[in-house]
């Protein structure tokens, strides 16, 4: 199965890591990177968003690639294959994989997230996904938005698409250390997957259930300090997109790219 993988990343940092990874893998790739470097694995496009890389990314994928594949810079891949696989008998159009993040207040997040998504797909994670290609052209260009993966995921599903989520092929990365920062990159994700939904037409129980957060998210708080910053950041995502919050981008921070 044909696979090429497209890469954002804001600037050169971890992007010789990258390089040498799917290079190792052995599948075609281009870095879409908002500095210039001679490489020709590597194209220039000032930064706008993961959206619009994305975009621009995708016109170096040969015509006849069956899967796309979605993945960030600072990341390590294990176990790929694992994730192919599930696209094999072609009842499956996009998978994400599970994110490993070592340690910090995500760590136990995402045992969560997890656990809900395992079920419902209520979010995903563009660390790294695999998408059927045709299903892929068919929502494409990406809107701007700042929750990028999960307006993929809600488009797939819109569409009648099947998603699964993978926990054998997963990825390591690092993310946010102190309670404080995980309340801004929740704000931000948050805020950017309220923009998704407004996007796309889900299923019901997806939509559900975003309607409830605001109203649920305090039953967090069980987790002590972790949870205060969760629920703070969740609710000013919230309050972030009614205000009127359509930016595509968040100024980078907490190692996001």
């Given at each position: 199965m044909s696979v090429f993988f497209v890469v954002p990343?804001?600037?050169l940092t971890g992007l010789q890591d990258k390089i040498a990874e799917l290079g190792g893998l052995g599948y075609p790739f281009v870095v879409v990177c908002g500095e210039k470097v001679d490489n020709p694995r590597v194209v220039y496009r000032a930064a706008r968003g993961k959206f619009d890389a994305i975009n621009f990314g995708l016109q170096f994928a040969p015509s006849d690639v069956e899967f796309i594949a979605?993945?960030?810079v600072d990341t390590c891949i294990h176990n790929f294959p694992s994730a192919l696989s599930l696209m094999k008998d072609g009842s499956i159009d996009l998978v994400f994989a599970r994110v490993d993040v070592?340690?910090?207040?995500?760590?136990s997040f995402y045992s969560f997230l997890d656990a809900l998504r395992k079920r419902v797909?209520?979010?995903?994670?563009?660390?790294?996904?695999l998408i059927r290609r045709e299903v892929f052209d068919d929502i494409l260009p990406l809107e701007p938005c700042k929750a990028e993966d999960s307006y993929i995921l809600f488009r797939v599903l819109e569409k009648g698409g099947k998603v699964a989520f993978s926990e054998k092929c997963y990825?390591?990365?690092?993310?946010?250390?102190?309670?404080?920062?995980?309340?801004?990159?929740?704000?931000?994700t948050v805020g950017g997957i309220y923009q998704a939904l407004s996007m796309s037409k889900p299923p019901a129980l997806v939509r559900l259930f975003y309607l409830l957060l605001p109203f649920v998210s305090?039953?967090?708080l069980v987790s002590g300090r972790n949870g205060y910053h969760w629920v703070k950041g969740i609710l000013l995502g919230f309050v972030d997109y009614l205000r009127g919050d359509r930016a595509a981008s968040?100024?980078?921070s907490y190692g996001q790219r």
């Open positions: 990343s804001r600037d979605l993945n960030d070592g340690s910090g207040p995500q760590l797909p209520i979010a995903a994670s563009g660390e790294l996904m990825v390591t990365t690092k993310r946010t250390s102190l309670s404080q920062e995980e309340e801004a990159y929740k704000r931000r305090p039953m967090l968040w100024k980078p």
